[in-house]
């Protein structure tokens, strides 16, 4: 069985026309085990705080972008290893 293809956690389109975004800090570290809607990390936008929540399961296995970095829609920060749904195929 192959390992799980890692997927990127992208910036997602905050409606922020030409504004600058920030990535404020990563709220989980590498290897983490992170859960679909758990909080990954804040952009900031001026005047507000972006909460960027994980949209699956999975494994945390690179950070691309530090804390304090710069970032616009569709920036990889990071990827992730999805979770593998065993399937029990007793037929």
Same mark, same amino acid.
């Given at each position: 069985?192959?390992?799980?293809?890692? $997927? *990127?956690?992208? %910036?997602? /389109? @905050?409606?922020?026309?030409?504004?600058?975004?920030?990535?404020?800090?990563?709220?989980?570290?590498?290897?983490?085990?992170?859960?679909?809607?758990?909080?990954?990390?804040?952009?900031? $936008? *001026?005047?507000? %705080?972006? /909460? @960027?929540?994980?949209?699956?399961?999975?494994?945390?296995?690179?950070?691309?972008?530090?804390?304090?970095?710069?970032?616009?829609?569709?920036?990889?920060?990071?990827?992730?290893?999805?979770?593998?749904?065993?399937?029990?195929?007793?037929?």
């Amino acid at each position: 069985m192959s390992d799980p293809p890692e $997927l *990127p956690i992208l %910036v997602p /389109e @905050l409606g922020n026309g030409d504004l600058a975004v920030r990535l404020g800090c990563w709220l989980v570290d590498v290897g983490d085990e992170i859960i679909q809607g758990d909080r990954l990390a804040e952009l900031i $936008l *001026p005047g507000t %705080v972006f /909460e @960027l929540t994980a949209t699956a399961s999975g494994r945390l296995t690179r950070i691309e972008r530090a804390n304090g970095a710069t970032v616009e829609c569709g920036t990889v920060l990071g990827m992730f290893t999805p979770e593998i749904q065993e399937t029990n195929d007793d037929s």
